[in-house]
């Protein structure tokens, strides 16, 4: 009987294979999307502020789960382009607050349909049983590893 190599077993790692399938998943929404000259991030950041007046950088940060210096680096180029604006808040100065410019609103409507073909190429490609198990099982995944925290 063989033992698994430490190979064997860091390529079964659970991590990894989110990383690899998160990759893939990625090309397809930023290839769609790319007509908009957006990424699947930046739509996603953009999408977030759409209701909002504006949102500070750490309440940002927490409804994307990530962390507010990766989050200032992301939002920078979408401030240069015209499609964000960082203010300092009227109630907390070294508070900075961010909001969509008339360019970011308008730019949604343009990459929404793109976001949706990409929706549709990728259950298309894994199935509709297949799409909804993995909605799921994301789902009551990230509802677990939030009360890690």
């Given amino acids: 009987m063989s033992k ?8 079964s790692c659970t991590c990894l294979r989110l990383r ?17 000259g957006l990424t699947v991030a930046q739509f996603s ?10 949102l500070s950088i ?13 989050l200032t680096r992301n939002l920078k180029p979408l401030i240069e382009r015209g499609l964000l604006q960082a203010v ?3 109630e ?21 349909p793109l976001w949706r073909k990409a ?12 799409i909804a198990s993995l909605n799921s099982a994301l789902d009551r995944s990230l509802e677990r590893l939030a009360r890690n925290d």
């Avoid at 690899?20 to 908009?36: E, F, G, N, S």
């Avoid at 907390?92 to 929404?112: E, Q, W």
Wanted: no cysteine.
């Fill in 58 to 70: 750490g309440e940002l940060a927490e409804a994307l789960v990530t962390d507010p210096t990766t």
């Fill in 4 to 11: 698994r190599s430490p190979i064997d077993e860091i390529a």
């Fill in 119 to 130: 929706q549709e190429q990728l259950a298309e490609l894994l199935g509709a049983r297949d």
């Fill in 20 to 36: 690899k399938a998160t990759r893939r998943v990625t090309q397809i929404y930023d290839q769609m999307l790319a007509p908009a």
């Fill in 88 to 90: 300092n808040d009227a």
């Fill in 45 to 54: 950041l953009l999408a977030r502020l759409w209701p909002e007046e504006s």
């Fill in 92 to 112: 907390d100065r070294r508070r900075r607050m961010i909001a969509l410019t008339d360019a970011g609103r308008a730019i949604i409507p343009v990459a929404y």
